[in-house]
């Protein structure tokens, strides 16, 4: 089969149920854009495909920024997956530094393909290439992005979507929805604030301000009995007050599909459509909460696999974050809004009702807070999800905390670089008890499995492989150390986890 003949086997999987918004192209509107399996490479490694990292100049609204890319787009473009089908992905290095890539939330098989260099590779240095060889096991929502210095923050991130043997979601359109924050080439670089914030050492950052009360408003808990959804909500009202830090740097630009809200990403739907939205927090350094204005969400979906469904108004999203809801058009249009916590600014992006005149508001017009806030202690696990085998559990405690004077963020009081690896048998229970030391939230994500948040639950947790603790608040987290191979555990604050906020684990 020539390389035209497969390439048209896989657009031919593309139905009605599989139009997808471009994550980056153009003006953002519908397109069937993105990678897929057949386009073949030149190379000294043949691969189904291929992806270049490289500096590139990209348009932000009025402005032209340098950054880094994946292949000259930002996001970089769509990769669409089959579950349970190999693939060869091959990285051709074209930057001036080294890089890597994680496939964000899979749980690969293959230790190698893990993307983080010093544990499972090499960093892949300018000029060379490396194959990432692995076989999608679960379907879902996931994301890719490099795992080296500060490269997320920069323009190195893209969707990716494993679509599943058998889709038993019913839905007429999707759309694709990464949310970002973004400072490259607008007030600097990641790296240059990295070494400020390193120059400044460790202020007092978030949490309740001396003398503060969280405020009433806006939002309010799906459960008001559910005492750990209802302080997640307390602390994005806090936040949103300016009571709570929600990072450590302050962005001049928000983003959705890599358009800033001067000039927003587009979403086009018909009325009476079920229209599935795959939301992404790309983010380094922001947890978000976003809704549709005036439109209901059916959640289904946490980081790519099924949970109980559950209809909110907003949902909050720490950075690594994915969630997938199910939005019925029969309203008017709208905007899609993220509200960064603790930061000025907003992402939008526009959801327009094709063939109708009434449009959505301004992107900068005064934003309507809707009232129900869906925190992932809110979620409950789907049936069908996995049931955890009995015996013993190991329980590990793991304190969140930060330096004194310096700026440098630890795992079990020791910064990564002085951490001793975390050896796990194949098969072990583990129970992570994570007690949030510091005044500032952290979404603490793990490699290679899914792990169920207890939080107090009565009903199955959700199984995730990224959570936040609010200030001050304990966590435990159960899974099952099931995938042999070197594993990261860390804070998916970028600025976090190159300040130590990191620890590794071997499953034997």
């Known amino acids: 089969m020539s390389d035209q003949q497969r390439l048209a086997s896989v657009q031919g999987r593309f139905t009605r149920r599989r139009l997808l918004v471009a994550a980056g192209g153009g003006a953002g509107t519908l397109a069937l854009g993105g990678y897929a399996l057949g386009r073949v490479a030149a190379g000294p490694e043949p691969a189904d495909l291929v992806l270049r990292p490289r500096p590139a100049e990209v348009e932000l609204g009025r402005r032209h920024v340098s950054t880094w890319t994946y292949d000259g787009r930002l996001p970089g473009r769509e990769i669409r997956l089959r579950q349970g089908r190999p693939v060869r992905i091959r990285v051709d290095n074209a930057l001036t530094e080294p890089t ?26 300018p000029g060379e290439s490396y194959l990432y060889e692995f076989t999608p096991p679960d379907a879902g929502t996931f994301f890719f992005h490099s795992h080296f210095g500060m490269q997320l923050d920069r323009g190195l991130y893209a969707p990716l979507i494993v679509e599943p ?39 007092m950052h978030g949490g309740m301000r001396m003398g503060a009360r969280p405020p009433s408003g806006p939002f309010a808990p799906l459960d008001p009995s559910n005492r750990l959804a209802s302080r997640h909500v307390a602390m994005t009202n806090a936040a949103l007050a300016g009571q709570v830090d ?22 086009d739907v018909r009325r009476g459509e079920r229209v599935r939205l795959r939301l992404v927090n790309s983010g380094a350094d922001t947890i978000y909460a976003v809704f549709v204005e005036d439109h209901e969400l059916r959640v289904t979906h946490a980081d790519g696999l099924p949970v109980r ?24 249009s709208a905007r899609l809004v993220a509200v960064p916590l603790g930061k000025a600014g907003r992402a939008v992006a526009s959801l327009r009702y094709a063939g109708e005149r009434r449009r959505a508001p301004a992107p900068a017009a005064r934003v309507r807070i809707p009232r129900r806030l869906l925190t992932h202690a809110d979620l409950v696990g789907a049936q069908e999800s996995e049931a955890e085998p009995p015996g013993d559990v190991r329980a590990v405690p793991l304190d969140l905390s930060m330096g004194m004077g310096a700026y440098q963020w630890t795992i079990g009081a020791r910064p990564f670089a002085h951490a001793e690896m975390l050896k796990l048998d194949r098969g072990e229970r583990v129970r992570f008890v994570l007690r949030n ?19 107090g639950r009565t009903a ?10 609010a200030p001050m608040e304990e966590l435990s987290v159960e899974w099952v150390a099931d995938n042999p191979g070197r594993w990261a555990f860390h804070c998916h604050n970028a600025y976090h986890q190159e300040a130590g906020m990191m620890r590794h684990l071997e499953v034997s």
């Open 100 to 125: 890597s890539i994680h496939w964000h939330g899979v749980r690969l098989r293959n230790n190698a393909a893990d993307g983080v260099p010093g544990l499972t590779q090499d960093a892949v240095e």
């Open 165 to 203: 043997r058998h889709e038993e979601l019913d839905y007429d359109r999707e759309a694709v929805v990464l949310v970002d924050d973004w400072l490259d080439g607008v007030s600097g670089t990641p790296e240059a604030r990295l070494d400020a914030l390193r120059r400044e050492g460790m202020a």
């Open 246 to 267: 929600g990072g450590d740097v302050e962005y001049p630009l928000h983003l959705i599909n890599g358009r800033p809200p001067e000039a927003p990403a587009q979403i």
């Open 309 to 332: 469904q559950v209809t909110t108004d907003a949902v909050l999203m720490g950075m690594g974050e994915r969630l997938d809801v199910l939005l019925d058009a029969r309203r008017d």
């Open 437 to 455: 030391r510091t005044m500032m939230p952290h979404p603490m994500h793990l490699h290679g499995h899914s792990f169920r948040p207890l939080a």
């Open 460 to 469: 199955t947790p959700p199984l995730k492989d990224t959570v936040v603790l």
